[in-house]
């Protein structure tokens, strides 16, 4: 993996969007103590790996809601280089993946919802299984903090252990001889079921060849019956033929029957209706006689309703004549009317024209009064706002002269604070001193301790363990008391330091809280001078308000004499609007009278000419009064003539039904003779008695093959139910064969659980030893590179003690000096990346402290060769590293916010 750039925005001290590029090899980030170095670090933790040491609050620019972290990273995958970009906020909830894509060119979100999913593909991305060990890897491993690059050497053996097993994944092997522990038991407890399954099935089983006879029993009853079931089918199946002929004999009398009384209804219906077709073929002949006495009269009424309806249709046009006559009557009286009425809005007009030219000047004058009060009024409205205005900038800057006071006694205090308050890091400084000191006590105690220890198990005579000399008494005697007093020197030296170590960190608090509010004089300083430059911006601002009040007061004396003379002129201005008001709404008055008077002539001739066309239907009424008496007269012959037409029309048909009729009752008495012969024919075959002898037997056989059905069904499912008990006992008998198996399985089991637990157990502290001794070989070479000293040695113990060999002295980690436990620290922390690192990235807070120029330049020199990181990042405040490394960012802080500055 390689990180080619990070964003930052509005993270502590970055203010807006600062944007970090990074390049392969070695990178220094340099920039004085607070400037933001370690921010740049701790943002690509949250970012990437889950890890943050402290609130997502505190990691917010003060002031600002919510910060956002982008780093852009590149990693070799299947599918060749991808890039990706990951993208997460503090404060709120937000974060994204996006993934770029070269053939298009743009970004593309991965739509990961959650920051669970989040979670998961950084896992996926970096190889490892979970949210813990993404964070571990950060912590321990690729971003170790400034405060536990050397503390987690420090530790008690017990301690290291849990630390560096864990990095070094070989807790691991504890973890499973302990849930290894459960296997035996589970494997011991399943026995006990299978012991027990073997003897409950062993118990079930004992039934199997009772079972089996009982089956074969069965077997031999069910076809012996069935062989008697056969025999009584053979026998109803002749039975049943016998049985058959005389069944369709008896069915052919019962057909006959049926078809002579069908034959019989027939007959007396075929008779029936002839009846009345006879009847209907008399009445047809008598209709058609009352037709020929009434045809006259019926064609004499016929004529006179068609001469009616043209009468009656001429009638209808007279009628329409008749209302266009009396709608251009009122058509005529209704324009007579308009003209009168448009002829007296014309004197009007008249009139309402002399009076405008009357009260014209008025009329202007008044516009002009009005128009000059209106805007007197606006400005009256102008001074009331003004005058709203000064008030309330009386009432801001009364605000802000008050603010300015409180903010200024502000600054005042925190530059008194800042010149009577010691610099937070020179306080680090001495606590970092005394507990050197205590810590040195601390292990000389503890040789003074061993020494004792030594002095009292040693026996007299014997040389001594402290100075080889004779021991006796005495010698022992006052080198004990000397080392007796020693530590209670020690004692009161650690207490005193102790106490001291307790003041400074009290004044260490109250130094760094004097420190964040000096931070923030900058702030209140740029507050202060923009309080005062509102301040002057609203003093000018009232003070033009007051000039404006001014000039509209002395407006407004004139305004009571203009309104008196505007109200004297009310009633001209009120006649001349009136006047064009009335010229307006009836302009048009002339034309519409003159096309009044058109319209009034036309409807004149209209009416002339519709009384011209009236005068052609004078004997309309006379010739409907002769029809109507025509159709008087003639009417009764004709409803006759129509009630006897159609029945009369029917006689040739009613005659031929009649004759149809005859034939078809001929033909019925003829086939009712055949069938009353066929009938006696059937009835001497057929034998009665025979006929109910086959039926009782047919019963009675079929009563006897059902019961020995029934007795083969019961007996069938019996055998079904011993099948099923065999086959269960038999699958009991398998059962029982693999719960032997699975015994004999369980006990090898059992041997090789116990077997694998042991050696998983002896293989944690082996495999140990072997990563201590390769990370410690490693290490060695990059000590003595860096420290340039070609007498000393480093080893790494399988205890995780960093030990530094100088030609025959054999030097603990705690009494090494500050420069050589960080040339330690650092050799040890580069082999660990080297070996377990995957993602090819790392980050060094601070790793140079205590070292001399020459073993800085050691250091850089060994950084650049390490292969397996495509980019080291180291974070420094020395600014001699910014000719040693391949690339360098320099961080600066100006007053509250942090800048990058790329070289």
């Given at each position: 993996?390689?990180?080619?750039?990070?964003?930052?925005?509005?993270?502590?001290?970055?203010?807006?969007?600062?944007?970090?590029?990074?390049?392969?090899?070695?990178?220094?980030?340099?920039?004085?103590?607070?400037?933001?170095?370690?921010?740049?670090?701790?943002?690509?933790?949250?970012?990437?790996?889950?890890?943050?040491?402290?609130?997502?609050?505190?990691?917010?620019?003060?002031?600002?809601?919510?910060?956002?972290?982008?780093?852009?990273?590149?990693?070799?995958?299947?599918?060749?280089?991808?890039?990706?970009?990951?993208?997460?906020?503090?404060?709120?909830?937000?974060?994204?993946?996006?993934?770029?894509?070269?053939?298009?060119?743009?970004?593309?979100?991965?739509?990961?919802?959650?920051?669970?999913?989040?979670?998961?593909?950084?896992?996926?991305?970096?190889?490892?299984?979970?949210?813990?060990?993404?964070?571990?890897?950060?912590?321990?491993?690729?971003?170790?903090?400034?405060?536990?690059?050397?503390?987690?050497?420090?530790?008690?053996?017990?301690?290291?252990?849990?630390?560096?097993?864990?990095?070094?994944?070989?807790?691991?092997?504890?973890?499973?001889?302990?849930?290894?522990?459960?296997?035996?038991?589970?494997?011991?407890?399943?026995?006990?079921?299978?012991?027990?399954?073997?003897?409950?099935?062993?118990?079930?089983?004992?039934?199997?060849?009772?079972?089996?006879?009982?089956?074969?029993?069965?077997?031999?009853?069910?076809?012996?019956?069935?062989?008697?079931?056969?025999?009584?089918?053979?026998?109803?199946?002749?039975?049943?033929?016998?049985?058959?002929?005389?069944?369709?004999?008896?069915?052919?009398?019962?057909?006959?029957?049926?078809?002579?009384?069908?034959?019989?209804?027939?007959?007396?219906?075929?008779?029936?209706?002839?009846?009345?077709?006879?009847?209907?073929?008399?009445?047809?002949?008598?209709?058609?006689?009352?037709?020929?006495?009434?045809?006259?009269?019926?064609?004499?009424?016929?004529?006179?309703?068609?001469?009616?309806?043209?009468?009656?249709?001429?009638?209808?046009?007279?009628?329409?004549?008749?209302?266009?006559?009396?709608?251009?009557?009122?058509?005529?009286?209704?324009?007579?009317?308009?003209?009168?009425?448009?002829?007296?809005?014309?004197?009007?007009?008249?009139?309402?024209?002399?009076?405008?030219?009357?009260?014209?000047?008025?009329?202007?004058?008044?516009?002009?009064?009005?128009?000059?009060?209106?805007?007197?009024?606006?400005?009256?409205?102008?001074?009331?706002?003004?005058?709203?205005?000064?008030?309330?900038?009386?009432?801001?800057?009364?605000?802000?002269?008050?603010?300015?006071?409180?903010?200024?006694?502000?600054?005042?205090?925190?530059?008194?604070?800042?010149?009577?308050?010691?610099?937070?890091?020179?306080?680090?400084?001495?606590?970092?001193?005394?507990?050197?000191?205590?810590?040195?006590?601390?292990?000389?105690?503890?040789?003074?301790?061993?020494?004792?220890?030594?002095?009292?198990?040693?026996?007299?005579?014997?040389?001594?363990?402290?100075?080889?000399?004779?021991?006796?008494?005495?010698?022992?005697?006052?080198?004990?008391?000397?080392?007796?007093?020693?530590?209670?020197?020690?004692?009161?030296?650690?207490?005193?330091?102790?106490?001291?170590?307790?003041?400074?960190?009290?004044?260490?608090?109250a130094a760094q809280e004097v420190q964040r509010r000096v931070d923030t004089l900058d702030l209140h300083r740029e507050k202060l001078e923009s309080l005062e430059t509102e301040h002057e911006s609203l003093c000018e601002e009232r003070s033009e308000a007051r000039e404006d009040l001014e000039a509209i007061e002395d407006d407004l004396e004139d305004r009571s004499a203009l309104a008196a003379e505007r109200d004297a002129l009310e009633d001209a201005h009120e006649a001349y609007e009136t006047a064009v008001f009335r010229l307006e709404e009836h302009g048009d008055v002339p034309d519409r009278l003159d096309e009044a008077r058109e319209q009034l002539a036309e409807a004149e001739e209209r009416r002339e000419a519709i009384e011209a066309q009236l005068a052609d239907y004078e004997t309309l009424d006379d010739d409907l009064d002769a029809v109507a008496e025509t159709i008087a007269a003639t009417e009764d012959a004709h409803e006759t003539f129509v009630a006897n037409r159609q029945l009369a029309e029917t006689v040739a048909d009613r005659r031929e039904t009649v004759e149809q009729l005859d034939a078809t009752l001929d033909?019925?008495?003829?086939?009712?003779?055949?069938?009353?012969?066929?009938?006696?024919?059937?009835?001497?075959?057929?034998?009665?008695?025979?006929?109910?002898?086959?039926?009782?037997?047919?019963?009675?056989?079929?009563?006897?093959?059902?019961?020995?059905?029934?007795?083969?069904?019961?007996?069938?499912?019996?055998?079904?139910?011993?099948?099923?008990?065999?086959?269960?006992?038999?699958?009991?008998?398998?059962?029982?064969?693999?719960?032997?198996?699975?015994?004999?399985?369980?006990?090898?089991?059992?041997?090789?659980?116990?077997?694998?637990?042991?050696?998983?157990?002896?293989?944690?502290?082996?495999?140990?030893?072997?990563?201590?001794?390769?990370?410690?070989?490693?290490?060695?070479?990059?000590?003595?590179?860096?420290?340039?000293?070609?007498?000393?040695?480093?080893?790494?113990?399988?205890?995780?003690?960093?030990?530094?060999?100088?030609?025959?002295?054999?030097?603990?980690?705690?009494?090494?000096?500050?420069?050589?436990?960080?040339?330690?620290?650092?050799?040890?922390?580069?082999?660990?990346?080297?070996?377990?690192?995957?993602?090819?990235?790392?980050?060094?807070?601070?790793?140079?402290?205590?070292?001399?120029?020459?073993?800085?330049?050691?250091?850089?020199?060994?950084?650049?060769?390490?292969?397996?990181?495509?980019?080291?990042?180291?974070?420094?405040?020395?600014?001699?590293?910014?000719?040693?490394?391949?690339?360098?960012?320099?961080?600066?802080?100006?007053?509250?916010?942090?800048?990058?500055?790329?070289?």
């Amino acid at each position: 993996m390689k990180i080619t750039e990070i964003a930052l925005e509005d993270i502590k001290s970055y203010e807006g969007r600062t944007t970090v590029p990074f390049d392969g090899g070695v990178t220094a980030i340099l920039g004085e103590n607070g400037a933001g170095k370690s921010t740049i670090q701790e943002a690509i933790g949250f970012a990437l790996f889950d890890s943050l040491p402290m609130t997502n609050r505190e990691f917010v620019r003060e002031g600002a809601s919510s910060g956002t972290v982008e780093v852009t990273f590149e990693q070799t995958t299947d599918d060749g280089v991808e890039r990706f970009r990951v993208t997460r906020s503090a404060g709120r909830s937000s974060h994204g993946v996006h993934r770029w894509d070269a053939s298009t060119e743009e970004w593309v979100d991965l739509d990961l919802g959650t920051v669970t999913e989040l979670r998961e593909w950084l896992c996926a991305r970096f190889g490892v299984e979970d949210g813990d060990a993404l964070q571990s890897l950060w912590e321990s491993c690729i971003g170790v903090p400034q405060t536990r690059f050397l503390s987690d050497f420090a530790q008690t053996p017990a301690n290291r252990t849990r630390t560096f097993d864990a990095l070094l994944d070989l807790e691991a092997y504890e973890e499973s001889w302990e849930r290894l522990k459960q296997v035996p038991d589970a494997i011991e407890a399943r026995e006990r079921e299978v012991r027990d399954e073997i003897q409950t099935l062993t118990g079930e089983v004992q039934s199997l060849p009772d079972e089996r006879e009982q089956a074969a029993a069965l077997r031999e009853e069910i076809s012996e019956i069935e062989a008697t079931i056969e025999e009584r089918e053979s026998r109803l199946a002749e039975t049943r033929e016998a049985h058959d002929e005389l069944d369709q004999c008896q069915d052919a009398i019962e057909d006959l029957d049926r078809d002579l009384d069908r034959l019989d209804q027939q007959i007396d219906a075929t008779e029936s209706e002839l009846a009345t077709a006879r009847e209907e073929l008399d009445a047809a002949r008598e209709a058609a006689e009352t037709c020929d006495a009434t045809r006259d009269d019926h064609q004499r009424y016929v004529a006179a309703v068609e001469r009616r309806e043209e009468l009656t249709e001429r009638q209808s046009e007279r009628d329409a004549l008749r209302e266009q006559h009396n709608d251009v009557e009122q058509t005529i009286s209704g324009l007579d009317a308009d003209v009168e009425r448009l002829e007296e809005v014309a004197d009007r007009l008249d009139a309402a024209r002399a009076t405008i030219q009357e009260t014209a000047e008025d009329r202007a004058r008044y516009e002009a009064l009005d128009e000059r009060l209106d805007a007197l009024d606006d400005r009256e409205a102008e001074a009331e706002r003004l005058r709203e205005r000064i008030a309330d900038l009386d009432d801001e800057i009364e605000r802000l002269e008050a603010n300015i006071a409180d903010t200024r006694e502000t600054v005042e205090t925190i530059e008194s604070e800042r010149e009577s308050t010691p610099d937070p890091d020179s306080i680090v400084s001495e606590i970092r001193e005394r507990e050197t000191q205590r810590k040195t006590l601390a292990a000389e105690r503890d040789r003074i301790e061993a020494q004792l220890d030594r002095l009292s198990d040693t026996a007299v005579d014997a040389p001594c363990p402290t100075c080889d000399r004779p021991l006796d008494a005495e010698h022992r005697e006052a080198a004990i008391d000397q080392r007796q007093e020693r530590l209670e020197e020690i004692d009161t030296e650690r207490a005193t330091l102790a106490a001291e170590i307790d003041d400074l960190r009290e004044r260490h608090e109250a130094a760094q809280e004097v420190q964040r509010r000096v931070d923030t004089l900058d702030l209140h300083r740029e507050k202060l001078e923009s309080l005062e430059t509102e301040h002057e911006s609203l003093c000018e601002e009232r003070s033009e308000a007051r000039e404006d009040l001014e000039a509209i007061e002395d407006d407004l004396e004139d305004r009571s004499a203009l309104a008196a003379e505007r109200d004297a002129l009310e009633d001209a201005h009120e006649a001349y609007e009136t006047a064009v008001f009335r010229l307006e709404e009836h302009g048009d008055v002339p034309d519409r009278l003159d096309e009044a008077r058109e319209q009034l002539a036309e409807a004149e001739e209209r009416r002339e000419a519709i009384e011209a066309q009236l005068a052609d239907y004078e004997t309309l009424d006379d010739d409907l009064d002769a029809v109507a008496e025509t159709i008087a007269a003639t009417e009764d012959a004709h409803e006759t003539f129509v009630a006897n037409r159609q029945l009369a029309e029917t006689v040739a048909d009613r005659r031929e039904t009649v004759e149809q009729l005859d034939a078809t009752l001929d033909d019925l008495h003829d086939e009712r003779s055949d069938l009353a012969a066929d009938l006696d024919d059937a009835r001497e075959a057929f034998d009665a008695e025979r006929f109910e002898e086959l039926q009782a037997t047919i019963e009675d056989l079929d009563a006897e093959i059902e019961r020995a059905r029934g007795t083969v069904a019961t007996k069938r499912e019996r055998l079904a139910d011993v099948r099923e008990e065999i086959d269960r006992l038999e699958s009991l008998v398998e059962d029982r064969a693999a719960s032997i198996d699975d015994l004999r399985e369980l006990r090898a089991d059992a041997q090789f659980a116990a077997w694998i637990r042991e050696n998983v157990r002896e293989a944690g502290p082996k495999l140990r030893e072997i990563i201590t001794e390769r990370i410690g070989a490693r290490a060695n070479e990059l000590f003595r590179t860096i420290r340039g000293v070609a007498s000393e040695t480093l080893e790494w113990t399988s205890d995780y003690e960093i030990v530094v060999h100088d030609a025959d002295v054999r030097k603990s980690f705690s009494t090494l000096s500050g420069g050589e436990k960080m040339a330690a620290a650092l050799a040890v922390r580069l082999a660990i990346l080297e070996q377990i690192a995957a993602v090819g990235v790392a980050f060094l807070d601070e790793p140079t402290a205590n070292l001399d120029r020459q073993k800085k330049r050691n250091l850089v020199t060994q950084l650049k060769r390490l292969d397996s990181f495509e980019q080291l990042a180291v974070i420094s405040h020395d600014r001699t590293f910014d000719s040693m490394t391949d690339a360098t960012v320099s961080v600066e802080k100006s007053g509250q916010a942090s800048e990058v500055v790329l070289d």
